[in-house]
């Protein structure tokens, strides 16, 4: 399989960043964050940019073969003076990815650095490509 079998298209996340940041303020603010998509011997390793965000506000869930990474936040900003003003402000993300049968669900990390939520997704040992090998003649 390749990345494009598992993963949304590039011409999905544009779409969907235009839609919904078309001209929202101090409302719900949804956006789709881009995403880099890796694939070694060994794993998958996603990259989602996610700059400013506390990582404590972010969720990621297995559930069956489906991956949900979202984020939601909710601020209350106050000015003073003579009168007091309270504005809310909703931020929230969701991205879905349908992971192959090949991956082993209970070894997923993730890390948050630098903006950047990382993801390794494990391949099960009998998916790994294996090295070829010369077979003795005897």
Sequence with gaps: RTNNDLFPTFFDD????????????NQVRSTTPA?????????YHVELAAPGINKDDFKV???ND??????EKKEEKKET???TKREFSYQSFSR???????IENSKIAARYTD???????????????KPSRLIKIG
């Design 14 to 25: 544009f779409f969907g960043r235009e839609m919904f940041n078309s001209g929202l303020t």
């Design 35 to 43: 995403v880099n998509i890796r694939e070694d011997d060994d794993a």
């Design 61 to 63: 869930e297995l559930d």
């Design 66 to 71: 489906l991956l949900t990474i979202s984020y």
């Design 81 to 83: 003076g003579a009168y």
């Design 96 to 102: 879905s990815f349908n992971l192959p049968k090949s």
């Design 115 to 129: 903006g950047v939520l990382h993801l390794d997704i494990p391949k099960k040992e009998e998916a790994k490509q």
